[in-house]
C-alpha cells in the first residue's frame, strides 16, 4: 500500500494541491481560487471539497500519511496565518485547527516560501546543501531560508521575512502597512508598478503603452523585453538592482551557498537572473564575492511549494 501525503501551496490568487509520494510523483493535482473567498470558511469548504476529489481520483489502495500547507504568514508552531498581508482573511487564522475538523490526520503549515525551499531541499537543485535560500517571486516576494539543513522558524515561526526588510522607507505602500519593503519592488506585482511609472515619465516609449493598465503582466513584461523594448529592459534593471542589494544583505546574515529564485517573475530566467547577480556581487563583502550561486530553482515547471508542503510530512515522520 502506497504512502501518500497532501501539499497544498496557498497563493494570493490560487490555491494548488497535490497528492504526491515520496519520490515527489503528483499522483492527483487540483487546484481551486484563493481570492474568490472573503470568508475563511468559506474557503475551508471549497479547500475540503477539492481535497477529498483528489483523493477519490486515485485509483490504487494507499494511506493519507498527512496534509502540508504552505501559506503566506503561515505560522509552523501554532498552525495560524497571522495578518497576511496578500489573503483576503485578516488577523489570525487557525488554519490548521479549521481542516482537523474534516480531516483526521497530521497537517503542519508553514510560511509557502518556506514550503518551497523544503521542496528544493528535496526534490529540486538544493539536493545535498545544508545551506541555501529560496526566493519566490510572485504576487509578493517570499524566502525560505535553510541553515544546517534545517528550515529557519526563529522563535515565534516568522524568521525569514527578507521581502519585507525595507529598500526605501519611504518609497511605495506595502501591504503590510508600511513603505518600501522589498516585495514592492522585486515581485510580479512590483515590476508591473515599475513598468507603469515608467508609462508615465515625458516621452516614455513601449509597446506596453498599448495595453491595458489590468492586463500588464509580468509575463508581458518579459515577452516585450525578448522583443528589445528598451522600457521593459529598464525595468528588469531596476527592480534586479534593489533586489541584488537586498540579497547582498541576506549573503552578510547567512552565507549560503546557494540562492534560488522561483516564481512567475523568475520564469523570466536571464533578463531577472543575470542583471540580479550582477547587482548583488557588486555590493557583496569581499569575503563572500564569487562564492555564492544564483540560480533559478530546479523546480520550476513543477509546484516546489506543493512539493515542500508534502515533504513537511515525509520530514515530520522521519
Do not use: Q
Not at 497535490?18 to 470558511?41: H, M, P, Q, W
Not at 490548521?96 to 497537517?107: D, G, Q, S
Not at 527578507?162 to 514592492?184: A, F, Q, S, W
Amino acid at each position: 500500500m502506497k504512502d501518500l501525503s497532501i501539499g497544498i501551496d496557498i497563493g494570493g490568487t490560487n490555491t494548488v494541491i497535490g497528492l504526491v509520494d515520496r519520490d515527489g510523483n503528483f499522483r492527483a493535482e487540483n487546484s481551486i481560487s484563493t481570492s474568490k473567498y472573503t470568508e475563511v470558511e468559506d474557503y475551508i469548504e471549497a479547500l475540503t471539497a477539492a481535497i477529498n476529489e483528489s483523493l477519490n481520483s486515485v485509483t490504487e489502495n494507499f494511506v493519507l500519511k498527512g496534509i502540508g500547507i504552505g501559506a503566506p504568514n503561515g505560522n509552523y508552531y501554532n498552525g495560524c496565518i497571522e495578518f497576511a498581508p496578500n489573503l483576503n482573511w485578516k488577523g489570525k487564522v487557525p488554519l490548521v485547527e479549521l481542516l482537523n475538523k474534516n480531516f483526521r490526520v497530521p497537517i503542519s503549515l508553514t510560511n509557502d516560501a518556506n514550503a518551497a525551499a523544503m521542496g528544493e531541499m528535496i526534490y529540486g537543485a538544493a539536493k545535498g546543501m545544508k545551506n541555501f535560500i529560496v526566493i519566490t517571486l510572485g504576487t509578493g516576494l517570499g524566502s525560505g531560508l535553510i541553515v544546517d539543513g534545517k528550515l529557519v522558524y526563529g522563535h515565534d515561526g516568522f524568521a525569514g521575512e527578507v521581502g519585507h526588510t525595507i529598500y526605501d522607507p519611504n518609497g511605495r505602500l506595502c501591504g503590510c502597512g508600511r513603505k518600501g519593503c522589498l516585495e514592492t519592488y522585486a515581485s510580479a506585482t512590483g515590476i508591473k508598478k515599475t513598468v507603469l511609472e515608467l508609462l508615465e515619465k515625458p516621452g516614455a516609449k513601449s509597446s506596453l503603452s498599448s495595453i491595458p493598465e489590468s492586463e500588464i503582466s509580468s509575463k508581458k513584461i518579459y515577452e516585450a523585453a525578448v522583443a528589445g523594448d528598451k522600457l521593459a529592459l529598464e525595468a528588469f534593471d531596476f527592480t534586479a538592482r534593489i533586489l541584488g542589494l537586498k540579497l547582498a544583505d541576506s549573503v552578510a546574515y547567512l552565507s549560503p551557498e546557494a540562492i534560488f529564485l522561483f516564481g512567475g517573475l523568475a520564469l523570466s530566467g536571464d533578463y531577472i537572473l543575470k542583471p540580479t547577480k550582477k547587482y548583488m556581487e557588486e555590493n557583496l563583502l569581499k569575503i563572500f564575492k564569487n562564492k555564492v550561486k544564483l540560480e533559478i530553482s530546479g523546480l520550476m515547471g513543477k509546484n516546489a511549494a506543493v512539493l515542500g508542503a508534502a515533504g513537511l510530512i515525509w520530514s515530520e515522520i522521519e
